[in-house]
């Protein structure tokens, strides 16, 4: 399967870059970015980065129906060359059609607003072996439930059963491992006997485009799945993790979407105005004053698009690498943003840097700064997924 | 006592909250002294209820004595509806010599010959606002009285603060109103927020504000946290400036507790960095929403703590000084540096 072309890692000029201590010595994914000292740590050499430029945002169309579901996967390169309303052609805009992907599970992962954390590698995790994982968790859950465990989960008088699943075509690429959805169903008190069961929690874990060298350096034995998210009572949510760090071995952490993040999330969906409407493009600051204010600020998506494009403009006619056209840098992302602010300074006189930027949503999906993503457009789930893969790699503490 | 009234009681007794139960019922003044007695207030609201619907059967209640419940508690806690601000214009000759009696007249006389069913009760206040409840029917149906209408006006300003008016009722409100006022036009205020309170403040600025003068310095007291003498010494009287022009900006004090702001802007987008975008002929188009449990104080404290420069220019300013909370900014439109103050000297 022909990789397609990596990210540029580029120094970025100032701001993104974010330090963080470190004694393992194992290799870790931030050695694989640069070239820091084994022996420790010397703030302002050695710096965590995300990745600072990546590929234009593609409409992965993942469910298209396909005659033979079963295997082929092919690529079809289709170079679109749009002219825009100043006549001015930009960049190819790839699509690829890849197997098909379960409906059920899509329609599952676009509607819901997910509660993300990041996975440290699991041991001994088979992708073979999920059904006795459903038996073992829903025993799991039952014993817990016996020693105590407050469950005011709808229907905690029957059982809960567990389904382990996984979704294929989500991978990316060779080195990633399938995406697993768990779902927790349960039987409401007094059902009938054909009535079906209700689903209360469901949650994923998954891998998008993890950087490979961090992927080949991980010993023997270890899956790397580093995003999950979850959905459903807090209680089951806990339970799940606390098997998953019994039986692999692993550790959950909370995943906050910084600002950086959040910021290449407005970019990359407002790349997609064309493709498919925004219908609005709206970020949510809070400033830290008493007591608290917090701006809305909504943009309408065809301005915000036009913005996008003359930053975008600027950078092309720049760089003469063709290679270049199909990918995103961070600085465009970052200068989109500051003329979104500036043009606010400019009224109001209140820079937007000295807050939080806690929110942007768009029809295509939202993104909370607490960790909450909900990707409400299929086409635009890969993309999304990957630039989450890595804030979870990165923010793993080994 | 019919159906819709005993629906009215059922309603009125779930918004009032169980402290504010027996003053309100107090204030009512109808129950007799024996019957008050018989209402144990400790026990659950639904019982309370379930008494009191009794109790006015047994005095045989109609909707109007209700009606009159509802408007004492609703004139005690006025906060949990919107209220929009309505400005009356064009005084004529006449308008200082309306008082009470006659508005309650012309108003009444004005509504009823517009739109034939219509329940209206007028009440004074004793902060000289008048209250009026207005419950609406047609030319088929009786009025209804869960989906009233709440007006609140001070005779002798040209403000008038409204709740819950749908599009087909506000001209016939408008129309009475500018009658029974001696006013010739009404126009929406463009304020609008949860607490009656607040906007009213706001509007006839009952709230302290600073007036620019050229020596300050009394405020260099103040400010007793001295963690540290030398960036005291520094920063002491930067700060203080700042303190000055945030208090001249938005008032000193408790301000008025105003929960929103909305901002349409429809302006041009110029940036020296962007050329692209600095050329085109249209508007660049966002609305932008300021939020807070006290947006008014939120706002003092981003001009005090430098997070807002030039608080007197910008357009967060409009807010105290228009008395608005809605504003649509064009490029043709005055920017607030239109409307600094002359300093008086």
Known sequence: MERLQSSVVRTPPNSTVVQRRSKSYRQSYRSCLGAPSRLGLTPGLTARRLNSSRRALKSHVITVSHTNPSLTIFYV?????????????????????????????????????????????????????????????????????????????????????????????????DDDAETVLIQIYSTPVFARQDEPQKSVWSGWLTCINGNPEYLESLPKGFTCLPLFGGSGAE???????????????????????????????????????????????KMIWTLPVVPPLQVTYTVNPQDAWELWMSVRKDRLERTEEEAEAGSIDIEEVVRFVQGLKSHFYRHFRLDLSAGNL????????????????????????????TLLTECALLKMPI | MDDSARRLLQRIMRRIPAQMLKPTLDKWGRLTAAQRQSMDFTESKWALTEKLLAICEENEMTVKHITELEM????????????????????????????????????????????????????????????????????????????????????????????????????????????????????????????????????????QQVFPTKYPSPLAENDQNASNILINKEQAELAASRHQKAREAFGDGMLPQLQSAVYKLETKFRDHTNKTMTEREEAFRCVVKFASTNLLESLRHCASSGIASTPGTSLLSSIPLKGRNYFVITDNSPGPSSQTRQPSN
Request: charged share 20%.
């Open chain 2, 72 to 207: 004492i508690h609703v004139i005690e806690n006025p906060d949990h509806c919107m209220w929009y601000a309505l400005q009356l214009m064009d005084p004529e000759e006449d308008v200082h010599s309306v008082e009470l009696t006659q508005f309650k007249e012309q108003f009444k006389s004005h509504l009823r010959e517009l739109i034939r069913h219509v329940s209206i009760k007028i009440k004074k206040h004793t902060d000289e606002a008048v209250w009026i409840r207005i419950a609406w029917g047609d030319s088929f149906s009786r009025p209804n009285h869960l989906k009233p209408t709440y007006v609140v006006h001070h005779l002798q300003t040209p403000y008038v603060f409204v709740t819950s008016l749908t599009s087909k009722l506000k001209p016939l409100l408008s129309q009475a109103l500018v009658l029974s006022t001696r006013y010739q036009a009404i126009k929406d205020a463009s304020l609008s927020g949860r607490k009656l309170t607040a906007i009213r403040d706001l509007l006839m600025r009952q709230y």
């Open chain 1, 77 to 173: 390169l289709l170079n679109l060359q749009r002219e825009t309303l100043n006549g001015h052609v930009f960049y190819p805009v790839l699509f690829l059609l890849k197997e098909k992907v379960n409906p059920e599970h899509l329609a599952l992962l676009v509607k819901t607003e997910w509660r993300l954390s990041y996975v440290t590698p699991l041991h001994q995790f088979r992708h073979t072996q999920l059904k006795r994982y459903s038996r073992q968790l829903s025993a799991f859950i039952a014993a817990e439930k016996q020693q105590g465990v407050a469950m005011e989960v709808e229907g905690s008088q029957s059982g809960f059963r567990v389904s382990f699943s996984v979704v294929q075509g989500l991978a990316a690429t």
């Open chain 1, 235 to 281: 209680v089951l949510t806990s339970l799940v993790k606390s098997w998953f760090q019994r039986t692999f071995d692993c550790c959950f952490g909370p995943l906050e979407i910084n600002h950086t993040s959040l910021q290449w999330l407005a970019a990359l969906w407002t790349n997609c105005h064309t493709e498919s409407n925004l219908q609005h493009l």
């Open chain 1, 358 to 385: 806690n929110q942007v949503s768009t029809t295509l999906g939202s993104a909370k700064s607490s960790g909450k993503i909900k990707i409400s457009n299929s086409r635009y789930m890969i993309t999304t997924l």
